[in-house]
């Protein structure tokens, strides 16, 4: 590493004083194999040189044991250093005894465990941990005053939603923390995890886990909150679902202060007794002080007229903010548990944060995508006592119950002939029983705010768009590509008149995409993150309601797409988008316990509907990018679980329905496809080797790489036996079965990944071979392998194998091949019309939108990747328009 990495932030950071950001940050920087010893050799200033206080560890290494993916994490930065970007350098390139140095007279997070509680204390706050009971969260204090206690998630059910039920049971239910351990710590930050699971009714149910993250000198904790759905969709419909804290509060009633977000940066700023407004006035300073939320002067030097009546001025203890859609919010507030609501002001889209404290301190709370993942909500109650309630609903009780059943009732489907037949007309593989949500999981992220005062509003709001968009460090894309990670790509080049053609068509499609994102409400619970499969262009409407052609799920990668994009682009819109797909596809479209669990569901009406349950859903592959550029820990999580995938194949077939041999499950025998499932088992392991040096997952992989390597037909083989107990397979195979989807889910990127990773000659001569024939005349197929290639479809995505065997083997003829095949392949390229916009408006449609009529998620997706791999490999060879 020659020159200091340049870590630039994803987006403007808000600084609305001099006073030291809310909290640290963590990310991922990688660096090319060879130029990094290890972790410890590195540093972190900011732009002026000043040392932040940080802490760095190896998130992955190469094989030569140098370190491939750093993780680091900050402090709260002072707000000078926030102004620019940050420098990541080796000891060789900076003074770093000095700048550990004056790293070491910095705030640093301190922590301390015993049998009971963890105590963390980041300089700014100090916070108890519940090891066992209800809470998790016992204290939180600032400044030695306790602003929150009693920290818990609670949740509710109702056993019906049948509209003519002459009687509903309603069950409440709370958090009962199992176990909290310290997860990790430095002096830069501290990681506490919990798991338990909701208690109430005599049943333990809805398992979580809770991390909380401490940075030095933060006044603010980040929550992750992750459950999964163990739940009888049939009998348990969950009408409520938030994380609730206690308040204490002192003082007079008038001194009691509210902050709660609505949209665009506003706020209602009210206390629990106003003081404004009154027939009588009590004073301007008394008025603006309670307005500022400072301490009013002493009633005995009001106004008599007013403070000779405060008991006969309403107090206001209990609020309530309902988003129950993405487009409207209401507010309202009343004066005790057996008077109405009365209406405050409706809205848009709040951003869903609240405050309640006094001059001395108070506790706020925010959460990510608040409007995004409606239904949600806000609560106080009980203002004027001495311990108030502040809630943040993730599903809001004031919302219909969730309802998780499948969405019709079979249509006589129970054969796998019927089956079939319905995958015909609506392209929705239905079996009885599989399209279940037990074992979905959702997360949310939480920040925890502990204040020394009433904050200001620009400090509300800039605490609040802190909340709701976590601020992020960055490489640039040119330094990501230098280090040659995730395979094919550079970063975006519009040197020559075909480049920029392309270039200008893979950002309609993103630009398409996000504008589609927003004018048809992809948002919701269960739903954010996700685009649809296929559009109707008679209704003028996605086909949600169609089958398979729904919810996408992943089909065709528009994960690797989005990241790739990201990656070229260094553009921030494209990285929320892509973080919003990974957190939705990675946790609802994948089950996490159960019969399925390590598996992930095809497309459908509802994310978990379809019967086919498949590894090229839950791939590794498309978690690796969002692990790697955050260091995010339950992205971890998720692929842990995935490291022994192979396992799956004996709890279900996934070409079950449509074989011709009799096939049982054989441990010794597992039949494995060299595509889909192949590419998914292979990314787990590479990414289980690489962050943890899992010697099993290594040898796995190298093994599976000689044995494709060593049969007859090598990839084009198409499905090969697995031992488990071995983790090796049967290379003895002889037989060719090539398939349209094999490539198109990750094989291509982790393939290549693979070869130059490490030396496996007949891996990469068994690739090089299924990427120069694929596509290639079926008379050279059948030279070369005896027979023409049957199966042949998705032309344009695979012209990328071409364009990377001709890379591979310097070979121009391929490379013009390949940028033949891109554009003949599709018609996304070969018709201009495909990248128009076509505005649509009432009564034709609801609301006014824009279509693109002849793209759907499938083309888009493969598009995008085919163009950003030939650019890279081939670029130089793309013909002019």
């Known amino acids: 590493m020659h020159d200091p990495v340049v870590l630039n932030w994803l987006e403007p950071i808000d600084v609305p004083d001099t006073a030291p950001l809310p909290s640290g940050m963590t990310f991922g920087v990688p660096f090319a194999r060879g130029t990094v010893s290890n972790a410890g050799a590195l540093t972190l200033t900011d732009a002026g040189g000043r040392a ?81 009971g209800r809470d998790f969260l016992k204290s939180l204090a600032r400044d030695n005053v306790v602003v929150a206690a009693g920290g818990r998630l609670i949740s509710s059910t109702v056993d019906t939603v049948d509209e003519n039920a002459t009687s509903v049971t309603r069950s409440s239910y709370e958090s009962q923390v199992n176990d909290a351990v310290v997860e990790s710590s430095g002096p830069a930050r501290v990681v506490v995890r919990i798991d338990g699971v909701h208690a109430g009714d005599g049943r333990n149910w809805l398992p979580f886990v809770v991390r909380l993250y401490f940075h030095a000198g933060a006044r603010s904790i980040r929550m992750m909150h992750t459950f999964t759905w163990d739940g009888d969709e049939h009998s348990d419909f969950l009408s409520g679902l938030g994380v609730r804290f206690t308040v204490p509060l002192q003082g007079q009633l008038h001194d009691r202060h509210i902050r709660i977000a609505g949209a665009d940066g506003g706020f209602l700023m009210e206390a629990v007794r106003g003081m404004t407004g009154l027939r009588r006035d009590p004073g301007a300073d008394v008025r603006a002080a309670q307005i500022a939320g400072v301490a009013t002067p002493d009633p005995e030097t ?150 020394d005062a009433t904050p200001a509003a620009l400090r509300l709001a800039a605490d609040a768009r802190w909340a709701s968009t976590p601020p992020l460090l960055q490489a640039t894309p040119a330094h990501i590509s230098s280090a040659r990670v995730f395979g094919d790509w550079a970063p975006v080049n519009r040197s020559s008149t075909a480049a920029a053609a392309l270039e200008d068509k893979l950002d309609f499609l993103f630009d398409f995409y996000a504008g589609q994102i927003e004018q048809r409400r992809w948002y919701g619970f269960w739903n954010y993150g996700d685009v649809m499969h296929t559009y109707d262009a008679d209704r003028h409407v996605w086909r949600y309601d169609v089958g398979g052609y729904a919810w996408d799920n992943s089909e065709l990668s528009p994960d690797l797409w989005l990241w790739y994009a990201y990656l070229r682009s260094g553009r921030a819109d494209i990285f929320r988008v892509a973080e919003a797909m990974t957190r939705h596809t990675g946790e609802v479209d994948v089950y996490h316990l159960g019969r399925w669990a390590g598996l992930g569901t095809r497309h459908n009406v509802q ?62 025998a597992l039949a494995v496809g060299l595509g889909t499932d192949y590419g998914a088992l292979a990314a787990a392991w590479l990414t289980a080797w690489e962050r943890h040096g899992d010697p099993e997952a290594r040898a796995k992989l190298l093994g599976t790489m000689q044995d494709i390597g060593a049969l007859k037909y090598g990839f084009l083989t198409g499905e090969a036996r697995y031992d488990m107990h071995s983790g090796r397979f049967d290379a003895g195979r002889e037989r060719i079965s090539v398939s349209h989807l094999s490539a198109v889910f990750g094989l291509v990127e982790i393939a290549s990944e693979l070869i130059s990773l490490v030396d496996v000659p007949g ?16 008379e050279e197929q059948e030279a070369e392998v005896g027979q023409p290639l049957a199966g042949i479809y ?80 081939v670029g130089s060879y793309a013909p002019e328009p």
Not at 763 to 770: D, I, P, S, V
């Open 763 to 778: 891996f990469e001569q068994a690739w090089l071979q299924y990427c120069r024939l694929f596509l290639a005349p079926p």
């Open 302 to 451: 009001w106004n008599p007229e007013v403070s000779g009546r405060l008991d006969l001025i309403p107090a206001w203890p209990d609020y309530s903010l309902a988003q129950l859609t993405s487009d409207g919010f209401s507010l309202q507030k009343r004066t005790g548990q057996n008077h109405p609501w009365i209406g405050i002001s409706t809205g848009t889209r709040s951003e869903g944060f609240a405050y309640l404290g006094t001059p001395n301190g108070g506790f706020g709370i925010g959460i990510r995508d608040f409007w995004k993942s409606y239904p949600a909500g806000i609560d106080i109650r009980g203002a004027d006592k001495s311990a108030a309630e502040l809630t943040q609903w993730l599903h809001s009780p004031q919302a219909q119950p969730m309802d998780l059943r499948f969405y019709h009732d079979g249509l006589g489907q129970d054969t796998y002939e019927k089956q079939l037949e319905g995958l015909e007309i609506t392209y929705e593989d239905y079996e009885k029983g599989f399209g279940t949500p037990h074992g979905i999981a959702r997360t949310h992220e939480v920040t925890l705010f502990a204040y």
């Open 52 to 132: 932040v206080v940080h802490q760095i560890w190896p998130a992955a290494t190469w094989p030569d044991g140098s370190l491939k993916w750093a993780g680091i994490a900050t402090g709260a930065l002072p707000s000078a250093s926030s102004s620019g970007p940050l420098l990541l350098a080796t000891s060789r390139q900076l003074d770093s005894a000095a700048a550990q140095e004056t790293a070491a007279e910095g705030s640093r997070v301190s922590v301390e465990s015993s049998e009971t509680d963890i105590r963390v204390d980041t300089g700014a706050l100090v916070c108890v941990v519940g090891r066992t």
């Open 794 to 873: 998705l032309t344009q995505a695979h012209s990328r194998l071409t364009a990377y065997a001709a890379a591979r083997l310097s070979d121009p003829a391929l490379a013009r091949r390949a940028w033949v095949e891109f554009a003949a392949g599709g018609e996304l390229l070969g018709n201009d019309v495909a990248f128009q916009l076509h505005p649509v408006s009432p009564p034709h449609v609801l609301v006014p939108v824009t279509e693109a009529r002849t793209v759907s998620t499938n083309d888009a997706s493969q598009f995008a990747l085919a163009a950003i791999q030939l650019l890279a490999l």
């Open 607 to 668: 994310h978990w509907g379809c019967s086919a349950k498949q590894h090229r859903i839950s791939s590794a592959a498309y978690r690796r990018f969002y692990y790697f550029l955050t260091a995010d820990d339950r992205t971890g999580d998720l692929l842990d679980e995935l490291v022994d995938g192979e396992r799956n194949f004996l709890k279900l077939d996934p070409t079950r329905k449509v074989r011709d041999d009799i096939y049982s499950p054989d441990p010794a």
